[in-house]
């Protein structure tokens, strides 16, 4: 019998404490970045995408005050923190960085909620994956929210906003 074919999801934690970090220049200026890694659903369990097409995969912004009033830039999706690679996993990872070049998107992404929405989509992620209650150190001691990655735009834009007017309490919506 065929296995079913993997689902997958960008991942945010409990109030995106772990994606999102901000910082201060060393003149006071107000900056941050959102990386939002991807999770592989198993049985209804969310788990790494270990060894996986998507593991160490983020889509990641950055903002600044200094620049276009707070507005995330720098769009990108990247693998991170890889601290080792063999052949096989070069192959997998260039596999999906040459479908990301490759993409055709149907317009110009307005924000960075709406970018992670068309690459996801690009390389077949279709969920977003929150986590509602509980913290632990490993997936399945959380409880999460499952939801179409048509979602994802307003989450993640709408988190970045809170984030930049948190930093700047004298903002205007980002």
Same mark, same amino acid.
């Given at each position: 019998?065929? =296995?079913? +074919? @993997?689902?997958?999801?960008?991942? %945010? *934690?409990?109030?995106?404490e772990?994606?999102?970090?901000? =910082?201060t220049?060393?003149?006071?200026? /107000?900056r941050?970045t959102?990386?939002v *890694?991807?999770? +592989?659903?198993?049985?209804?369990?969310?788990?790494?995408? *270990? &060894?996986?097409?998507?593991?160490?995969?983020?889509?990641?912004? !950055?903002w600044?005050?200094? %620049?276009?009033?707070?507005?995330?830039? /720098?769009?990108e999706?990247?693998?991170r923190? #890889?601290?080792?690679v063999?052949?096989?996993n /070069?192959?997998?990872?260039?596999?999906?960085? $040459?479908?990301?070049?490759?993409?055709?998107?149907?317009?110009? @992404?307005a !924000?960075?909620?709406?970018y992670a929405?068309?690459?996801a $989509? #690009?390389l077949?992620?279709?969920?977003?994956?929150?986590? !509602?209650?509980?913290?632990g150190?490993?997936?399945?001691?959380?409880? &999460? $929210?499952?939801?179409?990655?048509?979602? /994802?735009?307003g989450?993640?834009? $709408? !988190?970045? *906003?809170e984030?930049?007017?948190?930093?700047k @309490?004298e903002? #205007?919506?980002?």
């Amino acid at each position: 019998m065929k =296995e079913p +074919k @993997p689902v997958y999801g960008l991942y %945010l *934690s409990k109030n995106a404490e772990h994606e999102v970090k901000l =910082e201060t220049d060393y003149d006071g200026t /107000a900056r941050g970045t959102m990386e939002v *890694s991807v999770v +592989k659903l198993e049985n209804g369990k969310v788990r790494n995408d *270990s &060894h996986g097409p998507f593991d160490d995969l983020v889509f990641r912004c !950055t903002w600044s005050e200094k %620049l276009d009033d707070g507005r995330p830039y /720098a769009w990108e999706v990247e693998y991170r923190q #890889v601290y080792a690679v063999d052949l096989a996993n /070069a192959e997998r990872m260039l596999k999906v960085l $040459r479908k990301l070049h490759r993409a055709k998107l149907p317009l110009q @992404p307005a !924000t960075f909620g709406q970018y992670a929405v068309l690459m996801a $989509r #690009v390389l077949g992620i279709g969920k977003l994956v929150q986590c !509602t209650e509980k913290w632990g150190s490993m997936y399945t001691e959380m409880e &999460h $929210r499952v939801d179409d990655i048509s979602m /994802a735009q307003g989450v993640l834009d $709408r !988190t970045i *906003s809170e984030a930049y007017r948190k930093q700047k @309490p004298e903002a #205007v919506s980002a």
